[in-house]
């Protein structure tokens, strides 16, 4: 079993990040329906993905954070065999952010919060307002998915993972597709962080396995950030790493299941 642990509910474009666009070859055109979204993971090596909303449903306002967020509710709920969530948050509504992290973790059935992204919405990693975002994951024992692509990323999210020891925390994209070696270097020290190899930096030769042997495999999760990366090529790259067996079905699905409990 393969599970993917940082896909986004695709938007009209893809994913539609400021200053970059990106569109699958397997995506239809136009408007892409919840039915498009099972369908593409049916048809895929993967079996099972944790989705968050697409960046353009992140902000910038509150009720954009909310509709995102059902958005995604409304994939989990038609296909609850292949979908689960995560909260997204937005730190500049703070209060908002926090009530929403309650009502979809206790009502809706979410299994983590993310994937909380300071390139899309401009916010520091470890500021007072994701401070108490970290400290109420901790209150209702989800883990927290946090985007790295840079130095000031990680290094953030290692003071965070310090001053929070029993936050469970994943840190995205390896750290970045520039820094990744730097990125797993930050958070070893830490055993209460994983992270996950989405985005393109699972290309890079010896990612898979540096991050094994580094932090351990129950410390790696594997993850594409659909609709950046085809999922066929994420599983490929997986399924031929160097890794052994018994590493690959932790990276692949164990620790996933281990870290968000998910009912399978
Ligand atoms: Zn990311």
Redo the contacts with the bound molecule.
């Keep these: 079993m393969i599970i993917d642990i ?1 896909g986004h509910r695709p938007g009209r474009q893809g994913l539609d990040v400021p200053g970059f666009q990106w569109r699958l070859t397997s995506l239809p055109d136009g408007d892409i329906s919840p039915d498009d979204v099972a369908r593409i993971l049916r048809e895929s090596a993967i079996d099972r993905m944790i989705l968050s909303p697409t960046a353009e449903d992140m902000g910038p306002t509150a009720g954009q954070m909310r509709s995102g967020n059902r958005r995604v509710a409304e994939l989990v709920r038609k296909y609850p065999d292949l979908f689960y969530a995560y909260c997204s948050v937005n730190p500049h509504y703070l209060p908002e952010s926090l009530e929403e992290m309650e009502y979809t973790v206790h009502e809706l059935g979410f299994v983590g919060i993310g ?1 909380i ?1 300071p ?1 899309v919405l401009d916010f520091e990693i470890d500021s007072r307002e994701v401070r108490a975002i970290v400290e109420k994951a901790v209150e209702l024992d989800v883990p927290l998915n946090i ?3 840079e130095p000031t990323h990680f290094r953030g999210l290692a003071r965070l993972a310090k001053e929070y020891p029993t936050a469970r925390i994943v840190m ?2 390896l750290g970045g597709f520039r820094f990744w070696r730097d990125g797993i270097a930050a958070i070893e020290p830490f055993d209460n962080v994983w992270t996950d190899c ?2 393109w930096v699972m290309c890079t030769m010896g990612a898979f396995e540096t991050a094994v042997t580094t932090l351990g495999a129950r410390r790696v999760l594997f993850g594409t ?1 659909f609709p950046l990366c085809e999922l066929d090529m994420a599983a490929y790259k997986l399924q031929h790493s160097g890794l052994s067996s018994a590493d690959r079905e932790r990276v692949a699905s164990k620790n996933a299941i281990e870290l968000f409990r998910l009912a399978l």
Excluded: K, V
């Design positions: 940082h994937e992204c390139h985007h790295s692509s995205s994209h989405s985005a950030d």
